[in-house]
């Protein structure tokens, strides 16, 4: 029978160019030139983050939803909120 999922998603690092996530075993780095919403974020805001579906997250506190693969492939989502 199935378990409880214990995958969680964590920012381990922020910078001026971008910060990184942690989902599961996976890192990712979500740059503020392909996120410029994030660039003028808290880091209270960034770090509020939570992973409701495997190829989902979403920013609570900035009402950021985003498509992992959007991070992982930027190139192939062209259109961009501004």
């Known amino acids: ?3 409880t999922s214990t995958s969680a998603v964590e920012v381990s690092l922020a910078s001026s160019k971008g910060f990184w996530l942690l989902l599961g075993d996976e890192e990712l780095f979500v ?3 392909e996120f410029p919403w ?3 974020a808290t880091l209270e805001q960034i770090t509020q983050v939570e992973w409701p579906t495997p190829n989902h997250l ?3 506190l900035l009402d950021v939803d985003l498509a ?3 991070i992982r492939h930027p190139e192939q989502f062209p259109l961009r909120a501004k």
Do not use: R, V
Request: net charge neutral; aromatic share 26%; no cysteine.
């Open 38 to 40: 994030f660039k003028q």
């Open 31 to 33: 740059p503020y030139t």
């Open 58 to 60: 979403y920013w609570p």
């Open 1 to 3: 029978m199935p378990g």
């Open 68 to 70: 992992i693969e959007s």
